[in-house]
């Protein structure tokens, strides 16, 4: 019988991992390969209610040799095949110590007593005057799904009966689970968002969300419950299992036992939890986040990421495109000189806009734990997301350009200027730690007024003085090197009157120079020196070399003509005239 290209026939030597689709898998069964109609019967087992097992992938390893960790029976032997068998509780290869941590100064304004492992209550209780050592705590971090979801909500109405007392089975799944486990780690104390801040109380959510940064900072540990999508879904998941013996029905008759699993991933954004903006900061600002997956369990702390399937699969080593490594925010002590907190800024902002928001007035009020953690690092404060100390940089944020849905909210949350105000991913196409430093090209005449959360003032706007320089859009859309200049903010805009896109007057205001990148940002005019934000032109090039600069509105270039090089920079940069314009 010669050797499956599919599955090696269970004979490959040493250990080997191979993979493949189900579709695949299948035909090479109908061909006549034994073993792969051994894993056939697996998988036919394992999901009898998937009728779409072309999009499934099944994975599997061999050995040549006894293994005894999670993945595998006390018992195996070579040439066995396991695609995961959770035989006895996995232990990662870390230190976690959690009652070994400094005693914090910091406990949130209310917490939940879980009570004792036996107790059938929980209750709310509120902890000023109290010592904080007494108080450490658990956090959680969930989805909320559909306000159905969440069946306890703390309120002025329920707020004096559940300081009384809450029955544990009136609690959403996910709740109840949460307290399950805080009981089994010992501790006394969990912080649930929807239990701890009074809803629908805009002055009590003001005062606890302003305390978001400290709230998971100090945390002893956060349970995130990852694949859940709502307060149904719970923390515990019971993965299938499956389990065959036979023998094979070639000359050898070999018997065969085989264990089945679904492939294990870590792709990020494959997780319910992970694609809400809100779990973003939560996930950075916890010292320690337990993720509770479908499948297994994952570990993450300031020192590392480990998971459950790693000793045998690689885990966050073998598969690169899940959670970020080191994505922690490390303590003030150890943390990153200035330009490398820039660019750490900037990496947040940029995973945060992907991310989802249920309400799109929380923007900024969503990422300003992060924020509260970099000031005093920084020593800086931030207006709509946009750092004093880094202001020109943060500046030149951009968004796709090939998002055709890109567009600033249609409810006013931030300034034009402010990344905040688009509801598309933004960028920042120069990175700050991968320059030598720039040179600002303005001055800030005037700060914008400042509110909560580094929100601004509506009707408010910056000043900023520097060389302003008129053109249009047809003029600004060059490409230098094959690279474009112009990065407009919005997919659809409409033209002031008389002009048309192409036409329309344009003004851009430099920002940022070094030997080889120039920067301006591109703004239209919406009254007497009153000003918004268009979009951001960069020329990623050295003006003294001679480059290949044309615009995208010349059809011959675009007929491959001959190259127009030429030294200096685009139309868009030359100019002397300085104004003050208002920026809103």
């Known amino acids: 019988m010669s050797e499956c290209k599919r599955c090696y026939n269970f004979t490959a030597e040493g250990e080997y991992l191979a993979q493949g689709s189900v579709e695949k898998l299948y035909s090479s069964a109908d061909d006549g390969c034994t073993t792969c109609g051994i894993l056939r019967e697996a998988i036919q087992k394992l999901l009898p209610e998937h009728p779409d097992l072309q999009t499934k992938y099944v994975a599997w390893s061999m050995q040549t040799k006894d293994r005894r960790d999670m993945l595998h029976p006390a018992n195996s032997t070579q040439w066995e095949l396991s695609l995961r068998v959770e035989k006895e509780p996995f232990v990662p290869d870390h230190d976690i110590q959690i009652y070994v941590i400094a005693a914090s100064e910091f406990v949130p304004f209310r917490l939940v007593d879980v009570g004792s492992p036996e107790a059938s209550y929980v209750r709310v209780i509120e902890t000023p005057g109290t010592d904080a050592a007494e108080f450490r705590y658990c956090a959680l971090s969930h989805c909320w799904g ?123 954004f494959n997780f319910p939890l992970m694609n809400r903006a809100w779990v973003l900061q939560e996930r950075l600002l916890s010292p320690r986040t337990l993720y509770f997956t479908h499948q297994e369990l994952v570990w993450e702390c300031r020192s590392c990421n480990v998971c459950q399937c790693s000793p045998v699969l690689g885990g966050f080593r073998a ?42 007035s929380d923007k900024l009020m969503a990422i300003d734990g992060v924020a509260q953690y970099m000031g005093p690092i920084r020593g800086s404060r931030h207006y709509a997301g946009l750092w004093a100390d880094s202001f020109a940089f943060d500046l030149a944020w951009t968004v796709d350009t090939f998002d055709e849905s890109r567009s600033r909210s249609s409810e006013w949350r931030a300034p034009t200027w402010s990344w905040a105000s688009m509801e598309s991913k933004v960028v920042w196409q120069t990175k700050a730690d991968e320059l030598p430093t720039p040179e600002p090209h303005f001055s800030i005449e005037r700060w914008p007024q400042r509110q909560r959360s580094g929100g601004i003032q509506p009707g408010s706007f910056l000043s900023l003085r520097g060389v302003l320089v008129k053109t249009t859009v047809a003029e600004a859309d060059v490409v230098v090197n094959t690279t474009p200049c112009l990065y407009e903010d919005c997919a659809e805009w409409t033209p002031s009157d008389g002009h048309t896109r192409d036409d329309e007057p344009l003004y851009c205001l430099r920002l940022l120079e070094s030997e080889n990148m120039a920067c301006s940002l591109m703004l239209r005019k919406i009254g007497r020196n009153l000003y918004q934000r268009h979009g951001l032109l960069i020329f990623n090039a050295n003006p003294n070399n001679e480059n290949d600069i044309w615009n995208t509105r010349d059809k011959t270039r675009s007929k491959w003509s001959p190259r127009n090089y030429q030294n200096g920079y685009p139309q868009w940069w030359t100019g002397e005239s300085v104004s003050v314009v208002d920026i809103v």
């Open 146 to 268: 559909p306000p159905e979801s969440i069946t306890t909500q703390l309120s002025d109405v329920t707020y004096e009966d559940y300081k009384k007392g809450i029955p544990i089975t009136a609690l959403p799944k996910t709740f109840f689970d949460a307290v399950v486990f805080t009981r089994k780690l010992g501790q006394r104390y969990l912080w649930i968002d929807s239990l701890c801040i009074i809803q629908g109380n805009r002055d009590d959510w003001l005062a606890q969300g302003a305390e978001m940064c400290k709230i998971y900072e100090n945390s002893l540990l956060t349970l995130a419950a990852a694949s859940s999508s709502s307060g149904h879904g719970g923390l515990f998941y019971q993965p299938p299992r499956l389990e065959m013996t036979g023998s094979a029905t070639e000359k050898s008759g070999r018997a065969y036992r085989v264990f089945a699993r679904f492939n294990v991933t870590h792709r990020f």
């Open 319 to 360: 598969q690169m495109a899940g959670f970020p490594v080191n994505s922690k925010l490390q303590p003030a002590a150890k943390h990153l000189d200035g330009s490398a907190l820039v660019s750490k800024w900037h990496e947040v902002v940029e995973v945060y806009t992907q991310l989802k928001l249920t309400k799109t």
